[in-house]
């Protein structure tokens, strides 16, 4: 069994950024799922991005006994008026059990664009570690070219954060030993299998598997076997193989330990 702790169905069965998902839509996903199930991906979580997307990845969730669900405002979707999107993530969040909201995310701190607005970033961030804390959820953290902010930003909390996850982990070993150090895990996705990744394999090798969970981030970062190509959940296999010879250990030890630190992680 695998799980596929990072997903975007949400934006695979449509064209257009938040706008509320149609039931035409949500069947969509079915042979996604249906795809990612022959392959050994049994669980898949689906990751809000902003309310609506949020919003989105609930309806899926609700519909699919095998989806969950995040809910947040990632730091490229953090307008002006973030506060009042925030304000109904909340509703939703206090509703978790029947919205499967199982995360706050993908929240963070994203400096790679000229015009990203630190401050903004920061103080939704804040808020956002603070509504998991409060509601007993892992966060799941988006955090590019923002090596020295994200880590500030986080040291205050680390002794409260229980449960957290740096998405598509993409920092070097002294980040990596540091954030396992504060209890969270890294997320590995496609980017592992490319040829000149040779940091992030490193990382990966010296991470002990109580510290790594598989992602896709589907439909983005695909593995090198479909680079250049939408990804899809299926691919959590691919990923969990090249895990497997890169540690030297057995496909099923590497579903097995994974599987465990997901389900730990968000408590399902």
């Known amino acids: 069994m695998l799980i596929d702790s990072h997903c975007h169905i949400n934006l695979m069965v449509k064209k257009k950024f938040d706008i509320l998902l149609t039931k035409k839509e949500i069947e969509l996903a079915q042979p996604i799922i249906d795809q990612a199930k022959k392959h050994n991906v049994d669980i898949i979580v689906n990751v809000g991005t902003s309310l609506p997307e949020s919003k989105n990845c609930i309806s899926l969730a609700q519909a699919y006994p095998t989806l969950y669900a995040t809910a947040g405002i990632h730091p490229?979707?953090?307008?002006?008026?973030?506060?009042?999107d925030f304000t109904e993530i909340t509703k939703l969040v206090k509703e978790k059990e029947h919205n499967k909201i199982v995360a706050i995310g993908e929240i963070g701190i994203d400096l790679h664009y000229p015009d990203s607005n630190l401050s903004r970033q920061t103080d939704a961030f804040k808020a956002q570690i603070e509504l998991a804390l409060e509601n007993d959820l892992c966060i799941v953290i988006h955090?590019?070219?923002?090596?020295?902010?994200?880590?500030?930003?986080?040291?205050?909390?680390?002794?409260?954060?229980?449960?957290?996850?740096?998405?598509?982990?993409?920092?070097?070993?002294?980040?990596?030993?540091?954030?396992?150090?504060?209890?969270?895990?890294?997320?590995?996705?496609?980017?592992?299998?490319?040829?000149?990744?040779?940091?992030?394999?490193?990382?990966?090798?010296?991470?002990?598997?109580?510290?790594?969970?598989?992602e896709t981030d589907s439909p983005y970062l695909p593995p090198q076997i479909i680079r250049g190509k939408p990804n899809s959940p299926q691919y959590i296999a691919t990923i969990a193989s090249f895990i497997a010879d890169l540690k030297k250990v057995s496909l099923e030890e590497v579903s097995e330990q994974t599987t465990q630190t997901v389900r730990r992680l968000f408590n399902i």
């Open 76 to 84: 490229n979707d953090c307008s002006e008026d973030w506060k009042n």
């Open 143 to 214: 955090s590019r070219d923002a090596y020295d902010e994200t880590l500030s930003i986080l040291e205050p909390y680390q002794k409260d954060i229980k449960r957290g996850i740096f998405h598509c982990f993409s920092y070097d070993q002294p980040f990596a030993r540091q954030a396992v150090e504060w209890g969270f895990a890294l997320g590995i996705d496609g980017p592992v299998t490319y040829p000149k990744n040779d940091i992030l394999r490193a990382v990966v090798r010296e991470t002990p598997f109580s510290s790594l969970v598989l």
